[in-house]
């Protein structure tokens, strides 16, 4: 069973970045579609960026559009979220997620905080 691990967050100044990995292990995540959500206080989950299982494909939240990218490395089976220009109201829990090819998303991490102070 392929579990998710996210890492990087934490407390940054907005204006400022920060990138988030999200590193698959007990199995390959290689064929799956790649995404990231997050969840503020008070709020419901949303979707954040995705990305296919070959790269070439990837969507964003209009809310992140030019200010968030999303990658992966497959022979590291590991995506990233490459935050640039956060603002406060990026604040939230971040949650990696995976994807079989026409599947919903079934396999989560764990989710990781992200605090960004103004």
């Known amino acids: 069973q392929v579990q998710l691990v996210e890492s990087g967050g934490g407390l940054v100044q907005a204006g400022g970045s920060l990138r988030l990995s999200c590193a698959a292990s007990?199995?390959?995540?290689?064929?799956?579609?790649m995404a990231w959500f997050r969840q503020a206080p008070g709020s419901e989950r949303e979707f954040v960026a995705a990305?296919?299982?070959?790269?070439?494909?990837?969507n964003y939240a209009n809310s992140v559009t030019g200010r968030f990218t999303i990658s992966r490395d497959n022979a590291r089976n590991t995506v990233y979220l490459q935050m640039n220009s956060l603002h406060p109201e990026d604040t939230a829990v971040y949650y990696c997620?995976?994807?079989?090819?026409?599947?919903?998303?079934?396999?989560w991490g764990q989710g990781i905080r992200v605090t960004v102070s103004s």
């Open positions: 007990g199995g390959t995540a290689n064929t799956y579609q």
């Open positions: 990305i296919s299982w070959s790269g070439n494909a990837r």
């Open positions: 997620a995976a994807a079989k090819p026409r599947e919903d998303y079934t396999l």
